[in-house]
């Protein structure tokens, strides 16, 4: 897959699911490869880094079944771009979709 060009795809799919439950890395390679997207750690950590890096999203270590797991949240500024992102996406489909009926 042409990565950098799905970048933004992948990045509004991990700020959804951030926003309504907490989430980690494994589980979201899982979700993203249901959606067609193959992403292996060594791809997915730096994004989530990045997120967290641009306080869009925010994380958290436990301890789960004796190992410690980092989970994610996003943000109320990662909410306030998701947003922003469904819109610019609606936008982008509205213009996609019309032109395709032509
Ligand atoms: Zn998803």
Redesign the pocket.
Known sequence: MVRSFFLGFIKI?IL??AAKEQVYGLWLIE?LER?GYGISPGTLYPILHSLEDDSLLQSQERVVDGKMRKYYRTTSKGKKTLRQAKEKVQELLNEIVKDQSR
Do not use: D, S, W, Y
């Open positions: 799919h959804h699911h979700e959606h």
